[in-house]
Protein backbone atom coordinates (compact mmCIF):
# COMPACT_ATOMS: atom_id res chain seq x y z
CA UNK A 1 0.00 0.00 0.00
CA UNK A 2 1.16 3.57 -0.87
CA UNK A 3 1.19 5.51 2.11
CA UNK A 4 -0.77 8.71 0.95
CA UNK A 5 -1.03 12.12 2.52
CA UNK A 6 -3.82 12.59 5.19
CA UNK A 7 -4.03 15.28 2.95
CA UNK A 8 -5.38 13.37 0.32
CA UNK A 9 -6.91 10.66 2.02
CA UNK A 10 -9.46 12.79 3.96
CA UNK A 11 -10.57 14.72 -0.01
CA UNK A 12 -13.00 12.98 -1.32
CA UNK A 13 -13.60 12.34 -5.48
CA UNK A 14 -15.82 14.90 -6.36
CA UNK A 15 -19.23 13.41 -6.63
CA UNK A 16 -20.63 15.67 -9.99
CA UNK A 17 -17.30 14.02 -11.78
CA UNK A 18 -18.05 10.12 -9.90
CA UNK A 19 -21.44 10.19 -11.70
CA UNK A 20 -20.00 11.50 -14.84
CA UNK A 21 -17.41 8.48 -14.82
CA UNK A 22 -20.09 5.90 -13.75
CA UNK A 23 -22.54 7.34 -16.79
CA UNK A 24 -19.56 7.20 -19.31
CA UNK A 25 -18.33 3.64 -18.29
CA UNK A 26 -22.17 2.65 -18.75
CA UNK A 27 -22.13 3.67 -21.93
CA UNK A 28 -19.15 2.09 -22.99
CA UNK A 29 -20.39 -1.22 -21.87
CA UNK A 30 -23.18 0.04 -24.67
CA UNK A 31 -26.02 0.78 -22.00
CA UNK A 32 -27.96 4.34 -23.55
CA UNK A 33 -26.90 6.21 -20.16
CA UNK A 34 -28.90 9.82 -20.50
CA UNK A 35 -26.40 11.90 -18.52
CA UNK A 36 -27.45 14.69 -16.22
CA UNK A 37 -24.90 14.83 -13.68
CA UNK A 38 -22.10 17.10 -15.14
CA UNK A 39 -22.93 20.60 -15.07
CA UNK A 40 -21.87 22.16 -18.50
CA UNK A 41 -23.58 24.05 -21.14
CA UNK A 42 -24.66 21.41 -24.55
CA UNK A 43 -23.68 23.93 -26.59
CA UNK A 44 -20.55 24.52 -29.09
CA UNK A 45 -17.67 27.27 -28.07
CA UNK A 46 -19.14 30.50 -30.18
CA UNK A 47 -17.32 30.65 -33.08
CA UNK A 48 -15.67 34.30 -32.55
CA UNK A 49 -14.14 32.85 -29.94
CA UNK A 50 -13.01 29.99 -31.86
CA UNK A 51 -11.60 32.62 -34.51
CA UNK A 52 -9.71 33.99 -31.25
CA UNK A 53 -7.62 30.66 -30.73
CA UNK A 54 -6.87 29.96 -34.02
CA UNK A 55 -5.59 33.64 -34.72
CA UNK A 56 -3.53 33.03 -30.85
CA UNK A 57 -1.98 29.72 -32.69
CA UNK A 58 -0.93 31.23 -36.09
CA UNK A 59 0.64 34.30 -34.46
CA UNK A 60 2.75 32.33 -32.00
CA UNK A 61 1.21 33.01 -28.55
CA UNK A 62 3.01 29.92 -27.67
CA UNK A 63 5.15 31.33 -24.78
CA UNK A 64 4.75 31.55 -20.51
CA UNK A 65 1.91 33.97 -20.24
CA UNK A 66 2.69 36.41 -17.39
CA UNK A 67 1.62 34.29 -13.60
CA UNK A 68 -1.66 36.39 -13.52
CA UNK A 69 -2.34 36.15 -17.09
CA UNK A 70 -2.14 38.56 -20.07
CA UNK A 71 -2.63 42.17 -19.52
CA UNK A 72 -4.94 42.90 -22.40
CA UNK A 73 -6.95 40.12 -21.05
CA UNK A 74 -6.79 41.43 -17.26
CA UNK A 75 -7.89 44.93 -19.05
CA UNK A 76 -10.52 43.14 -20.90
CA UNK A 77 -11.86 41.66 -17.71
CA UNK A 78 -11.71 44.78 -15.88
CA UNK A 79 -14.03 46.86 -19.22
CA UNK A 80 -16.20 43.75 -18.61
CA UNK A 81 -16.80 44.49 -14.61
CA UNK A 82 -17.61 48.04 -15.79
CA UNK A 83 -19.83 47.36 -18.10
CA UNK A 84 -21.77 44.66 -16.56
CA UNK A 85 -21.36 45.23 -12.91
CA UNK A 86 -20.23 48.88 -12.61
CA UNK A 87 -17.22 47.89 -10.49
CA UNK A 88 -14.16 49.86 -10.79
CA UNK A 89 -11.18 47.12 -10.26
CA UNK A 90 -7.64 47.82 -11.55
CA UNK A 91 -5.68 44.62 -13.90
CA UNK A 92 -3.51 44.31 -10.97
CA UNK A 93 -6.75 43.30 -9.07
CA UNK A 94 -7.24 40.54 -11.53
CA UNK A 95 -5.60 37.06 -11.37
CA UNK A 96 -6.83 34.25 -13.93
CA UNK A 97 -6.59 30.99 -13.17
CA UNK A 98 -6.97 27.12 -14.52
CA UNK A 99 -10.72 27.44 -14.16
CA UNK A 100 -12.66 29.26 -11.30
CA UNK A 101 -12.29 26.09 -9.18
CA UNK A 102 -8.73 27.18 -9.51
CA UNK A 103 -9.36 31.06 -8.59
CA UNK A 104 -11.68 29.51 -5.39
CA UNK A 105 -9.12 27.50 -4.32
CA UNK A 106 -6.45 30.31 -4.83
CA UNK A 107 -8.12 32.37 -2.58
CA UNK A 108 -8.75 29.94 -0.08
CA UNK A 109 -4.99 29.11 0.59
CA UNK A 110 -4.14 32.86 0.61
CA UNK A 111 -7.24 33.63 3.22
CA UNK A 112 -8.18 30.74 5.58
CA UNK A 113 -5.32 29.58 8.72
CA UNK A 114 -5.72 26.01 9.81
CA UNK A 115 -8.91 26.44 11.92
CA UNK A 116 -10.55 29.07 11.09
CA UNK A 117 -14.21 28.91 10.16
CA UNK A 118 -15.33 28.90 6.61
CA UNK A 119 -19.09 29.59 6.66
CA UNK A 120 -20.77 27.72 3.48
CA UNK A 121 -24.23 28.51 2.64
CA UNK A 122 -25.56 25.08 1.59
CA UNK A 123 -26.72 23.91 -0.59
CA UNK A 124 -23.80 24.40 -1.66
CA UNK A 125 -21.54 23.35 -5.01
CA UNK A 126 -19.87 20.21 -4.26
CA UNK A 127 -16.26 21.56 -4.44
CA UNK A 128 -16.24 24.30 -1.73
CA UNK A 129 -16.71 21.55 0.97
CA UNK A 130 -13.11 19.63 0.16
CA UNK A 131 -11.59 23.09 -0.76
CA UNK A 132 -12.18 24.06 3.08
CA UNK A 133 -10.66 20.83 3.89
CA UNK A 134 -7.57 21.18 1.42
CA UNK A 135 -7.54 24.79 3.27
CA UNK A 136 -6.99 23.13 6.91
CA UNK A 137 -10.52 25.50 7.23
CA UNK A 138 -13.51 23.99 9.75
CA UNK A 139 -16.51 23.99 7.48
CA UNK A 140 -19.47 25.76 8.84
CA UNK A 141 -22.74 25.20 7.49
CA UNK A 142 -26.14 28.03 7.26
CA UNK A 143 -28.73 25.81 5.88
CA UNK A 144 -31.27 27.16 3.37
CA UNK A 145 -34.21 25.15 2.84
CA UNK A 146 -36.63 24.96 -0.22
CA UNK A 147 -39.33 26.97 1.64
CA UNK A 148 -36.97 29.88 1.50
CA UNK A 149 -35.96 29.09 -1.61
CA UNK A 150 -32.92 27.84 -0.63
CA UNK A 151 -31.66 31.22 0.15
CA UNK A 152 -30.42 31.65 3.87
CA UNK A 153 -31.36 34.71 6.03
CA UNK A 154 -29.36 37.68 7.31
CA UNK A 155 -30.37 36.51 10.72
CA UNK A 156 -28.84 32.80 9.97
CA UNK A 157 -25.87 34.32 8.63
CA UNK A 158 -25.40 36.96 12.01
CA UNK A 159 -25.86 33.21 13.94
CA UNK A 160 -23.11 31.72 12.36
CA UNK A 161 -20.84 34.10 12.19
CA UNK A 162 -17.90 34.55 15.23
CA UNK A 163 -14.47 35.52 16.08
CA UNK A 164 -13.08 32.55 14.06
CA UNK A 165 -14.94 33.10 11.18
CA UNK A 166 -12.58 34.29 8.28
CA UNK A 167 -14.66 33.38 4.68
CA UNK A 168 -18.53 33.24 4.07
CA UNK A 169 -19.07 31.29 0.67
CA UNK A 170 -21.65 31.42 -1.70
CA UNK A 171 -22.47 30.97 -4.85
CA UNK A 172 -25.68 33.05 -6.94
CA UNK A 173 -27.00 31.97 -9.34
CA UNK A 174 -26.80 29.07 -7.31
CA UNK A 175 -25.47 25.37 -8.16
CA UNK A 176 -26.82 23.34 -7.52
CA UNK A 177 -30.73 25.38 -6.46
CA UNK A 178 -30.72 27.79 -9.11
CA UNK A 179 -31.72 30.02 -6.41
CA UNK A 180 -30.77 33.80 -7.37
CA UNK A 181 -30.43 36.15 -4.43
CA UNK A 182 -32.39 39.55 -5.41
CA UNK A 183 -30.18 43.41 -5.00
CA UNK A 184 -32.63 43.74 -1.35
CA UNK A 185 -31.14 39.89 -0.56
CA UNK A 186 -27.79 40.89 -1.01
CA UNK A 187 -27.81 44.34 0.71
CA UNK A 188 -29.20 42.68 3.92
CA UNK A 189 -26.63 40.08 4.01
CA UNK A 190 -24.16 43.36 3.45
CA UNK A 191 -25.14 44.79 6.05
CA UNK A 192 -24.74 41.73 8.67
CA UNK A 193 -21.12 41.92 7.13
CA UNK A 194 -20.45 45.38 7.57
CA UNK A 195 -20.92 44.58 11.49
CA UNK A 196 -18.52 41.99 11.56
CA UNK A 197 -15.22 43.57 9.39
CA UNK A 198 -12.77 40.30 9.78
CA UNK A 199 -15.13 38.19 7.40
CA UNK A 200 -13.92 37.57 3.79
CA UNK A 201 -16.93 37.33 1.39
CA UNK A 202 -16.34 34.60 -1.67
CA UNK A 203 -18.84 35.58 -4.17
CA UNK A 204 -19.03 32.72 -7.20
CA UNK A 205 -20.41 34.43 -10.20
CA UNK A 206 -19.40 31.90 -12.70
CA UNK A 207 -23.43 31.62 -13.53
CA UNK A 208 -23.51 35.21 -13.76
CA UNK A 209 -25.27 35.19 -17.88
CA UNK A 210 -27.32 32.19 -16.58
CA UNK A 211 -30.16 34.05 -15.04
CA UNK A 212 -33.71 34.65 -15.90
CA UNK A 213 -34.42 37.15 -13.13
CA UNK A 214 -33.10 40.20 -14.82
CA UNK A 215 -29.68 41.84 -14.58
CA UNK A 216 -26.99 39.84 -12.52
CA UNK A 217 -26.34 41.50 -9.11
CA UNK A 218 -23.01 40.94 -7.21
CA UNK A 219 -22.64 41.44 -3.09
CA UNK A 220 -19.40 43.77 -4.29
CA UNK A 221 -21.66 46.76 -5.48
CA UNK A 222 -21.99 47.35 -1.83
CA UNK A 223 -19.48 50.23 -0.69
CA UNK A 224 -19.75 48.73 2.88
CA UNK A 225 -18.12 45.24 2.01
CA UNK A 226 -16.66 46.13 -1.09
CA UNK A 227 -13.07 45.60 0.11
CA UNK A 228 -13.71 42.18 1.33
CA UNK A 229 -15.14 40.76 -1.48
CA UNK A 230 -13.73 37.95 -3.72
CA UNK A 231 -15.50 37.99 -6.94
CA UNK A 232 -15.12 34.69 -8.66
CA UNK A 233 -15.85 33.98 -12.11
CA UNK A 234 -14.80 32.61 -15.90
CA UNK A 235 -15.98 31.81 -19.47
CA UNK A 236 -16.85 27.84 -18.62
CA UNK A 237 -20.91 28.14 -18.26
CA UNK A 238 -22.01 31.58 -20.23
CA UNK A 239 -19.31 31.21 -22.91
CA UNK A 240 -20.04 27.30 -23.27
CA UNK A 241 -15.83 27.11 -22.67
CA UNK A 242 -15.49 24.31 -19.99
CA UNK A 243 -12.82 22.86 -21.89
CA UNK A 244 -10.61 25.69 -22.09
CA UNK A 245 -9.50 26.11 -18.44
CA UNK A 246 -10.28 29.76 -18.07
CA UNK A 247 -11.72 31.64 -14.30
CA UNK A 248 -10.44 34.29 -12.76
CA UNK A 249 -10.99 36.53 -9.33
CA UNK A 250 -11.19 40.10 -8.97
CA UNK A 251 -9.82 40.90 -5.69
CA UNK A 252 -8.24 43.50 -3.29
CA UNK A 253 -4.53 43.85 -4.51
CA UNK A 254 -3.18 42.06 -1.59
CA UNK A 255 -5.37 38.76 -2.07
CA UNK A 256 -4.48 39.21 -5.75
CA UNK A 257 -0.85 39.30 -5.06
CA UNK A 258 -0.92 36.59 -3.04
CA UNK A 259 -2.99 34.51 -5.25
CA UNK A 260 -0.61 35.23 -7.82
CA UNK A 261 2.51 34.27 -5.37
CA UNK A 262 0.52 31.02 -4.99
CA UNK A 263 -0.29 29.99 -8.59
CA UNK A 264 3.44 31.15 -9.24
CA UNK A 265 4.64 27.74 -7.45
CA UNK A 266 1.61 25.71 -8.70
CA UNK A 267 0.23 25.95 -12.49
CA UNK A 268 1.90 29.39 -13.60
CA UNK A 269 -0.52 31.24 -15.66
CA UNK A 270 -2.96 29.09 -17.26
CA UNK A 271 -2.96 28.10 -20.91
CA UNK A 272 -2.16 31.07 -23.44
CA UNK A 273 -4.14 30.21 -26.41
CA UNK A 274 -7.58 29.61 -24.30
CA UNK A 275 -6.82 33.33 -22.75
CA UNK A 276 -6.02 35.32 -26.37
CA UNK A 277 -9.80 33.30 -26.51
CA UNK A 278 -11.06 34.72 -23.44
CA UNK A 279 -10.13 38.28 -24.12
CA UNK A 280 -12.84 37.76 -27.15
CA UNK A 281 -15.68 36.28 -24.87
CA UNK A 282 -15.49 39.08 -22.34
CA UNK A 283 -15.20 41.39 -24.94
CA UNK A 284 -18.35 40.59 -26.79
CA UNK A 285 -21.34 42.17 -26.28
CA UNK A 286 -23.37 40.23 -23.61
CA UNK A 287 -26.00 39.80 -25.86
CA UNK A 288 -23.93 37.48 -27.30
CA UNK A 289 -25.09 34.69 -25.34
CA UNK A 290 -28.73 35.72 -25.18
CA UNK A 291 -29.72 32.90 -27.39
CA UNK A 292 -28.13 30.17 -25.02
CA UNK A 293 -30.09 31.75 -22.10
CA UNK A 294 -33.36 31.56 -23.84
CA UNK A 295 -32.51 27.86 -24.90
CA UNK A 296 -31.96 27.61 -21.11
CA UNK A 297 -34.82 29.07 -19.88
CA UNK A 298 -36.94 27.11 -22.25
CA UNK A 299 -35.32 23.98 -20.73
CA UNK A 300 -36.21 25.00 -17.27
CA UNK A 301 -39.78 25.23 -17.87
CA UNK A 302 -39.97 22.52 -19.43
CA UNK A 303 -38.26 20.47 -17.07
CA UNK A 304 -40.42 21.87 -14.38
CA UNK A 305 -43.49 20.91 -16.55
CA UNK A 306 -42.99 17.54 -16.67
CA UNK A 307 -41.84 17.48 -13.43
CA UNK A 308 -45.16 18.41 -11.93
CA UNK A 309 -46.55 14.93 -13.13
CA UNK A 310 -44.01 13.11 -10.83
CA UNK A 311 -45.68 12.59 -7.77
CA UNK A 312 -43.38 13.46 -4.68
CA UNK A 313 -40.74 15.70 -6.97
CA UNK A 314 -41.04 19.03 -5.26
CA UNK A 315 -38.93 21.88 -7.04
CA UNK A 316 -38.04 25.37 -6.33
CA UNK A 317 -38.38 27.29 -9.57
CA UNK A 318 -34.76 28.28 -10.08
CA UNK A 319 -34.32 31.55 -11.62
CA UNK A 320 -30.50 30.79 -12.88
CA UNK A 321 -27.77 28.50 -13.48
CA UNK A 322 -29.14 24.63 -14.99
CA UNK A 323 -29.82 22.71 -12.19
CA UNK A 324 -33.25 21.81 -10.75
CA UNK A 325 -33.00 20.77 -7.10
CA UNK A 326 -35.57 18.54 -6.35
CA UNK A 327 -36.64 16.85 -2.84
CA UNK A 328 -37.23 13.11 -3.24
CA UNK A 329 -37.48 12.20 0.26
CA UNK A 330 -40.58 10.63 -0.22
CA UNK A 331 -39.60 7.99 -2.12
CA UNK A 332 -36.91 6.64 1.13
CA UNK A 333 -37.87 3.95 2.67
CA UNK A 334 -39.47 2.42 -0.56
CA UNK A 335 -38.83 -0.97 -3.23
CA UNK A 336 -39.50 -2.31 -6.53
CA UNK A 337 -39.25 -5.66 -5.05
CA UNK A 338 -35.40 -6.29 -5.49
CA UNK A 339 -33.80 -3.18 -4.16
CA UNK A 340 -34.99 -0.85 -1.34
CA UNK A 341 -34.23 3.09 -1.66
CA UNK A 342 -32.89 4.49 1.57
CA UNK A 343 -31.42 7.30 0.80
CA UNK A 344 -30.42 9.86 -2.15
CA UNK A 345 -27.28 8.13 -3.38
CA UNK A 346 -29.18 4.71 -3.39
CA UNK A 347 -31.86 6.67 -5.62
CA UNK A 348 -29.89 7.76 -8.02
CA UNK A 349 -27.50 4.44 -8.41
CA UNK A 350 -31.69 2.67 -8.77
CA UNK A 351 -32.30 5.41 -11.34
CA UNK A 352 -29.04 4.73 -13.03
CA UNK A 353 -29.13 0.85 -12.96
CA UNK A 354 -33.14 1.19 -13.69
CA UNK A 355 -33.96 4.06 -15.88
CA UNK A 356 -30.19 4.47 -17.02
CA UNK A 357 -30.32 8.58 -16.25
CA UNK A 358 -27.51 9.86 -14.60
CA UNK A 359 -28.05 12.33 -11.60
CA UNK A 360 -26.39 13.30 -8.36
CA UNK A 361 -27.66 12.47 -4.48
CA UNK A 362 -28.14 15.85 -2.94
CA UNK A 363 -25.47 14.89 -0.24
CA UNK A 364 -22.90 16.27 -2.33
CA UNK A 365 -24.55 19.50 -2.38
CA UNK A 366 -25.27 19.67 1.58
CA UNK A 367 -29.13 18.46 1.11
CA UNK A 368 -29.65 15.03 1.78
CA UNK A 369 -32.98 15.01 0.68
CA UNK A 370 -32.23 15.91 -2.80
CA UNK A 371 -30.94 15.34 -5.95
CA UNK A 372 -29.42 17.60 -8.75
CA UNK A 373 -30.87 17.20 -12.46
CA UNK A 374 -28.90 19.24 -14.64
CA UNK A 375 -30.95 20.02 -17.80
CA UNK A 376 -28.03 21.53 -19.87
CA UNK A 377 -29.13 19.34 -22.49
CA UNK A 378 -31.85 18.88 -25.91
CA UNK A 379 -35.30 19.09 -25.39
CA UNK A 380 -35.42 15.32 -26.73
CA UNK A 381 -33.05 13.85 -24.14
CA UNK A 382 -34.90 15.90 -21.45
CA UNK A 383 -38.53 14.73 -22.36
CA UNK A 384 -37.20 10.96 -22.33
CA UNK A 385 -35.03 11.22 -19.34
CA UNK A 386 -38.27 12.31 -17.04
CA UNK A 387 -40.59 9.81 -18.97
CA UNK A 388 -38.18 7.14 -17.91
CA UNK A 389 -37.45 8.29 -14.48
CA UNK A 390 -41.45 8.55 -14.10
CA UNK A 391 -41.31 5.20 -14.80
CA UNK A 392 -38.52 3.73 -12.63
CA UNK A 393 -39.83 5.86 -9.78
CA UNK A 394 -43.86 4.72 -10.24
CA UNK A 395 -42.15 1.13 -9.63
CA UNK A 396 -41.55 2.02 -6.35
CA UNK A 397 -43.49 1.32 -3.29
N1 LIG B 1 -18.27 27.33 -9.20
C1 LIG B 1 -19.44 26.72 -9.47
C2 LIG B 1 -20.63 27.11 -8.67
C3 LIG B 1 -19.52 25.75 -10.47
O1 LIG B 1 -20.68 25.15 -10.72
C4 LIG B 1 -18.37 25.42 -11.20
C5 LIG B 1 -18.53 24.34 -12.22
N2 LIG B 1 -17.54 23.89 -12.84
C6 LIG B 1 -17.17 26.08 -10.89
C7 LIG B 1 -17.16 27.02 -9.89
C8 LIG B 1 -15.88 25.80 -11.59
O2 LIG B 1 -15.89 26.26 -12.89
P1 LIG B 1 -14.65 26.11 -13.88
O3 LIG B 1 -15.08 25.17 -14.94
O4 LIG B 1 -14.42 27.49 -14.41
O5 LIG B 1 -13.50 25.61 -13.08
N1 LIG C 1 -19.48 22.56 -11.98
C1 LIG C 1 -19.99 21.47 -12.75
C2 LIG C 1 -20.94 20.67 -11.92
O1 LIG C 1 -21.30 21.07 -10.85
C3 LIG C 1 -18.88 20.68 -13.37
C4 LIG C 1 -18.32 19.54 -12.60
C5 LIG C 1 -17.28 19.91 -11.62
O2 LIG C 1 -16.39 20.69 -11.96
O3 LIG C 1 -17.36 19.39 -10.51
O4 LIG C 1 -21.40 19.65 -12.37
Redesign the pocket.
Known sequence: MIALSNRITQLSESE?LAMARKSRELKAQGFDVINLSL??PDFFTPDYVKTAAKKAIDENFSFYTPVNGYLELRQAICKKLKRDNKLEFSPEQIVV????????INTLLCLVNPGEEVIIAAP?????RDMVKLAEGEAVYITAGIENDFKITPAQLEAAITPKTKVFMF?SP???TGSVYTREELKALADVFEKHPHVYILS?E??EHINFSGSHESIAQFESVRERVII?N????GFA??GW???YLAAHLDIAKACTKLQGQFTSGTNSIAQRATIAAVDADPANTFEMLEKFRERRDLVLDLMKDIPGFITNKPEG?FYVFPNVKSYFGKSDGQTRVGNAAELCMYLLNKAQVALVPGDAFGDPECIRFSYATSNDLLIEAVSRLKKALAELE
Open positions: TGESTGAKQALYWVSYSCNPDIYIGVSKMTRVGA
